[in-house]
């Protein structure tokens, strides 16, 4: 069983080593460690991966970027956060906000060194349809690993991966549903269908009347 599974893991690992040679010799020979960065970014979906990079190439070239004062540690992103759906304030009044208008809290914890969070905001959150769900049904908060209250938020909940979404209840503070890298809109919607089906009050009444009816029927 053991060979089995040595085996399986060799033969993936070639296969994903000649993904990143055929990636190089079709984008003019990038180095492997960009190559499997763009890989990565499209879990390992050689074409999405080469559509990235073109689509990024392209965007760059668009770009004039000859101030030589132009701040990198700022404005590195290749997508800008979407401001218009990010909910202004710290985590807790966000948090406050969101139980006041009895609204399930996305939270969004970015890196600026995978390019993942990147692909959230270029395609995932600036999807119309995406976009206008979260803004009608959710409160949506975002911030990056770098900032002391995103390492703080991310620490509370475990979340060691980037970028990681969550869903939080924003009257018990329980994480109630989790996602890994990047996602895309179609499947995020989905996902989210069945928080637009019961809201925060109603989902912690109905676990609270359950809980007492237990105590009742144990006694």
């Known amino acids: 069983m053991e060979k089995v599974k040595n085996h399986h893991q060799s033969a993936q690992k070639t296969v994903m080593e000649e993904m990143i040679t055929y990636f ?8 492997a460690e960009s190559a499997a960065k763009f890989l990565r970014a499209a879990n390992w979906n050689l ?5 990235l990079f073109h689509r990024n190439q392209e965007e760059s070239e668009e770009d004039d970027y000859s101030d030589t004062d132009y701040d990198h540690s700022e404005c590195d ?6 401001i218009a759906l990010i909910h202004k304030g710290s985590f807790e009044n966000t948090k406050l906000d969101a139980k006041a208008a ?3 809290l996305i939270v969004n914890i970015q890196s600026k060194a995978e390019f993942g969070s990147q692909l959230l905001n270029g395609h995932t ?16 908060w975002q911030i990056y690993d770098d900032k002391e209250e995103g390492l703080k938020v991310s620490t509370y909940y475990k979340a060691e991966s980037r970028p990681v979404t ?3 209840d924003p009257i018990t503070g329980l994480q109630m549903r989790s996602w890994r890298g990047m996602m895309e809109a179609e499947t995020l919607l989905e996902d989210l269908m069945p928080f637009m089906d019961k809201s925060p009050q109603h989902t912690t009444s109905s676990q609270y009347k359950a809980k007492i009816l237990h105590i009742h029927r144990r006694h």
């Open 77 to 82: 992103n290749l997508y800008p956060p979407p």
């Open 47 to 51: 074409e999405e991966a080469l559509q």
């Open 125 to 140: 959150w600036a999807n119309e349809t995406l976009a206008e769900t979260i803004s009608s049904n959710f409160v949506f």
């Open 24 to 31: 190089q010799h079709n984008t003019g020979g990038e180095t």
């Open 166 to 168: 969550l869903v939080i």
């Open 102 to 104: 009895d609204r399930w």
